[in-house]
């Protein structure tokens, strides 16, 4: 007998994907149109070049990064997969409709897919905490809120707070991170009451050649790191110092993770998943204040708090779902309060302190809200009936979703 909880995909799937691809290509077709040619090659090579690595990023480093879990390989790099294309179609026409809402047509620009790479990347770091749960039908609906959600908090932040867009977008992880948990807290406890200890040790179990491959995300993720934090700086000196700044504290934070991890360990052996999530936070924290930070022991610092705080959080939080906090959340938060204090030690012996403080922390403060807020609509929505995800027996497996060549078509 077959499985009843992919009929889902089946039907619902085809129906709901290609009517919405169908949907974007008559937008595409009425309300958008390329830039004019650039002048200048180089800057247009330049560009490309930016985004050839931010895609890398996305669909090898976020792709490969959750491939450690034995029983959900082909969900992380395919369904991954799915979401970049999607969420990027999706993120260029929000851009557009939002930068210029009554100026007729959308105008895309290469910095266009730049910028919509970028926010897509907020949806795959939040389905690694519904990776299993959830069909792709759901995880379909959550990029779209999900992208939604985030164009308008960047919008929000460039129109009202006058955050600059590097800042902006640098509060992808803690937005990320936020509504990643707070959709998965719809999922987790009926999970965790369905399941006796065995299974979920089960549905966690690691194996050895996909960790290795996970590893391989992680390298990508650490290379390109300094671009992504670099990317929407105009300034050359502060493009510089946030080059450097990145790879000091993902260097430190690399030496602090592994040398931790050694001694969490009864017998001082050195745990893979550690690796895989701890030597990022460095990125992550140093992400917002890169640009301002004008010496090296400063971003040294902020790698060696956030190795330390990832791996507390992997070591403590059992859970791989909400392990997204202490790579991408609390590492980021800590990058926040630091580029809060930053400012406002520039403005510190002039009457506007009070109110660069007040508004630096709205713009940190509302990445937050609008995570949770968002995460909330969207678990209210996935934990509907009608998309059919995966039962509790049947969580965290790829026979699920996929037909392997070498089993029976039923699961």
């Given amino acids: 007998m077959g499985s009843k909880y992919p009929r889902s995909v089946r039907y619902y799937l085809p129906l709901w994907a290609l009517t919405l691809e169908t949907a974007l290509i008559l937008i595409f077709t009425f309300f958008a149109s390329y830039d004019i040619p650039l002048s200048d090659r180089e800057q247009f090579m330049g560009t490309y070049q930016v985004l050839q690595d931010f895609t890398i990023m996305a669909a090898l480093g976020l792709g490969f990064l959750p491939l450690s879990l034995r029983r959900l390989a082909w969900s992380s790099v395919g369904f991954n997969f799915f979401l970049l294309a999607l969420g990027v179609q999706w993120a260029i026409l929000l851009d557009g409709v939002l930068d210029q809402p009554f100026f007729g047509k959308v105008i895309i620009k290469l910095s266009s897919l730049q910028l919509a790479t970028m926010s897509a990347m907020a949806v795959l770091i939040s389905a690694g905490t519904v990776l299993g749960k959830t069909n792709l039908v759901q995880l379909m609906v959550m990029a779209l809120v999900e992208v939604t959600a985030f164009g308008t908090m960047r919008w ?50 690691m194996a050895t050649i996909p960790s290795l491959f996970a590893m391989l995300g992680t390298l990508f993720l650490w290379i390109f790191w300094p671009r992504f934090n670099s990317a929407l700086l105009n300034i050359p000196s502060e493009k510089k110092n946030a080059v450097f700044n990145t790879y000091y504290a993902l260097a430190v934070s690399t030496v602090t993770a592994t040398s931790m991890s050694a001694l969490a360990h009864p017998q001082g052996k050195i745990n893979m998943i550690h690796i895989h999530n701890a030597v990022l ?131």
């Fill in 156 to 205: 929000i932040n460039k129109q009202f707070l006058m955050v600059d867009e590097h800042v902006g977008m640098m509060y992808i992880h803690v937005f990320a991170a936020c509504f990643g948990l707070t959709v998965a807290w719809y999922f987790l406890k009926p999970l965790c009451k369905g399941l006796d200890k065995k299974a979920q040790r089960e549905r966690v179990q």
């Fill in 281 to 411: 936070a460095g990125g992550v924290a140093v992400g917002t204040p890169c640009h301002l930070l004008s010496s090296p022991w400063l971003a040294m610092v902020l790698g060696l708090m956030a190795g330390l705080i990832s791996i507390c959080g992997a070591k403590c939080l059992h859970v791989p779902e909400i392990q997204v906090l202490s790579t991408f959340g609390v590492p980021g938060l800590l990058g926040g309060f630091v580029y809060i204090v930053l400012m406002a030690l520039q403005v510190y012996s002039t009457p506007q302190i009070g109110y660069q403080v007040l508004n630096d922390t709205g713009a940190l403060s509302l990445a937050v809200v609008m995570g949770m807020a968002s995460g909330l609509l969207t678990g209210m929505l996935l934990d509907l009936n009608i998309w059919r995800a995966p039962h509790g027996d049947k969580d965290s497996d790829d026979q699920t979703f996929w037909k392997f060549p070498h089993l029976a078509d039923e699961f």
